[in-house]
C-alpha cells in the first residue's frame, strides 16, 4: 500500500488568501496483511460470513528516504470537520473553546506533524481535564457526539470510569487495525460456481445507509450491497462481462469492464478498468443522481452536487469529505487548477485496473488508487477561515497494489495449466491413436476389398 500526501508550502499565505502550493510526498510503502474470520456457514443459501481485518505495517526499504519521522504539513482534519459540521451557534462555542479542547501544536487550520502521528500513532484532542470548565465541557461533550460516526476518530475510554469517554484520537490508518471491516456474507460457489465471490449482505444488510435522497427515482441503484471483496472472483470471465467490486472504504460498488488482454509472468490475463464517468454527480443517466447527496457544503457554502470527478461520502466517513481519483483524473479541470503543484494525472498511475486469469478467475495483478479532498471555504463565524479562497483542497491519495506472487503463479502452473497441457495431451494422443487405429482398420479393410475383387 503506497501513501501519498500533499503538504502546504505556504500556510500561512493561505490563510491569508492565496492559491494552495503543494508537494505531493511519497510513496511511504505499508504492508498490509488482510486476516478473515469465519463465523458462520449456511449449506441452505450456500453462503460463508466472516469478519475481515487489517493490519499496516511500514516498509522501510520499498519506501527508500522516506521514514516515519518526516515531517508534513496538512489540513487538520478534526478543526476543519468542527467548523463546517456545527450550526452557526455552536461554531461560535467551539471556536471560544479552542484552547481547552486542541493543544496548541493543533490548534490551527494547517498542523505539521510527522508520518507516523498522522498514519498511526494519531494526535488526541477534547481530552477531559479538570480546568476545562463547564461550558467547555459541554462543547467537549458535543464533539464526542458530533464525531460518532467519522472513521478516522477513535474513542479513548476512561479506565476509571468504562462509560466516559476520556479523549478523541485521529489518524487515518489507526483505526483499521482495531476495527473490522465490517461483517461479510458470501456466496461459496459450491452449488453455483458463477456466484462465486459475491457478496449477498454487509453488516447483515442487502443495503447501504449512506446513499439516495428524497429526489432520486430509484435509490436501489446506489444503495444495493452487490459484488465481489475484491479478493476471489468466480471462473470464466469473458471480454463482454463486466465485474462489480465492493469497497468498504468508499462505501459503494464500482464496475470494471474489460480493455484489454495482457501477460502476467507469463500468464495471460484480461485487464478490467472502470469507466471515466465512475466518480461523476451529474450523470444523464437520472437514476445514476442518488450518489449526488449534497451533504458536504460547497466552496459557496450551499449544498449541491460537484463537478465532474468528484463524490461526497460524507456519511460514509461521517464528515465532509470528497473522493476522487488521484491528482483528479477523470475530473473536471476546475479543480487541478484551483491549486499548484499537482501534476497533470496520468491513467497508468492514478487510474484503477484489475488483471484476472479468465479461466480460473485468479487475480494476477490489481491496483485501486483513491484521493481524499477538503473544502476551503469562508465559515461566516469561524474566524480563522475569513480570508480562505474557496476552493478543493486535495490532502491525501492511497494505492492498494496486488500482484500474484512467485509460489502463486507456480501454483497457478501447476493445479491448472500444467493439468490443462497434460489433459490436451493426453486428448491429442488419443486422437492420434484413434486416427492411426481408423487408417489401420481402413487398410485392413480396403486390402480385403482388392483380394476378393481378384477372386
Given at each position: ?209 449512506f446513499w439516495g435522497t428524497s ?80 451533504r458536504t457544503l460547497n466552496a ?156
Amino acid at each position: 500500500m503506497g501513501v501519498y500526501l500533499f503538504t502546504v508550502k505556504n500556510a500561512p499565505a493561505v490563510m491569508n488568501g492565496a492559491v494552495p502550493k503543494l508537494i505531493e510526498i511519497g510513496p511511504y510503502v505499508f504492508r498490509e496483511d488482510i486476516r478473515k474470520k469465519v463465523l458462520s456457514t449456511n449449506e441452505h443459501d450456500d453462503s460463508v460470513t466472516y469478519k475481515k481485518f487489517t493490519e499496516q505495517s511500514f516498509e522501510q526499504e520499498r519506501s527508500g528516504h522516506l521514514t516515519l519521522d518526516d515531517n508534513v504539513t496538512i489540513i487538520n482534519p478534526p478543526l476543519l470537520v468542527l467548523s463546517q459540521i456545527t450550526s452557526v451557534v455552536e461554531q461560535l462555542v467551539v471556536v471560544g473553546c479552542l484552547d481547552k479542547i486542541f493543544s496548541p501544536t493543533y490548534r490551527e487550520l494547517f498542523m505539521t506533524t510527522t508520518i507516523r502521528s498522522l498514519m498511526f500513532e494519531g494526535f488526541e484532542f477534547a481530552k477531559y481535564s479538570s480546568d476545562v470548565g463547564y461550558a467547555c465541557e459541554v462543547v467537549r461533550q458535543q464533539v464526542i457526539e458530533k464525531t460518532k460516526k467519522m472513521k478516522n476518530i477513535q474513542r479513548i475510554y476512561s479506565k476509571e470510569y468504562p462509560e466516559m469517554v476520556e479523549a478523541l484520537r485521529f489518524s487515518f490508518l489507526g483505526f483499521k487495525t482495531e476495527n473490522p471491516d465490517g461483517i461479510y456474507t458470501l456466496n461459496r460457489g459450491i452449488d453455483n460456481i458463477s456466484k462465486l465471490g459475491s457478496i449477498m449482505q454487509w453488516n447483515n444488510s442487502r443495503y447501504l445507509p449512506f446513499w439516495g435522497t428524497s429526489q432520486s427515482i430509484n435509490n436501489n441503484t446506489c444503495q444495493l450491497v452487490e459484488g465481489g471483496d475484491s479478493t476471489i472472483y468466480p471462473p470464466h470471465a469473458s471480454k463482454d462481462k463486466s465485474f462489480l467490486i465492493f469497497s468498504t472504504d468508499i462505501c459503494r460498488r464500482v464496475e470494471v469492464f474489460y480493455t484489454s488482454t495482457e501477460t502476467y509472468k507469463n500468464i495471460e490475463g484480461y485487464r478490467f478498468e472502470p469507466k471515466a464517468d465512475t466518480f461523476w454527480s451529474k450523470l444523464s443517466n437520472v437514476k445514476e443522481d442518488c450518489f449526488c447527496t449534497g451533504r458536504t457544503l460547497n466552496a459557496n457554502g450551499l449544498p449541491d452536487c460537484y463537478l465532474n470527478g468528484i463524490i461526497d461520502v460524507y456519511d460514509c466517513f461521517g464528515a465532509p469529505l470528497l473522493l476522487s481519483f488521484p491528482h483528479f483524473l477523470h475530473a473536471d479541470e476546475s479543480y487541478i487548477k484551483g491549486v499548484q503543484g499537482v501534476t497533470s494525472p496520468e491513467k497508468e498511475k492514478h487510474g484503477i485496473y484489475l488483471v484476472i486469469e479468465p479461466n480460473t478467475g485468479t487475480p494476477l495483478q490489481g491496483r485501486k488508487r483513491v484521493q481524499l479532498n477538503v473544502v476551503l471555504r469562508n465559515i461566516e463565524y469561524v474566524s480563522f477561515t475569513k480570508k480562505l479562497l474557496p476552493t478543493v483542497l486535495p490532502v491525501i491519495w492511497i494505492e492498494e497494489c496486488a500482484d500474484l506472487t512467485d509460489d502463486l503463479v507456480d501454483m497457478l502452473n501447476n493445479k491448472f495449466f500444467n493439468v490443462v497441457k497434460i489433459a490436451n495431451g493426453v486428448k491429442y494422443g488419443l486422437i492420434a491413436v484413434c486416427s492411426l487405429s481408423l487408417l489401420v482398420v481402413a487398410g485392413i479393410l480396403i486390402r480385403k476389398k482388392v483380394i476378393s475383387l481378384r477372386k
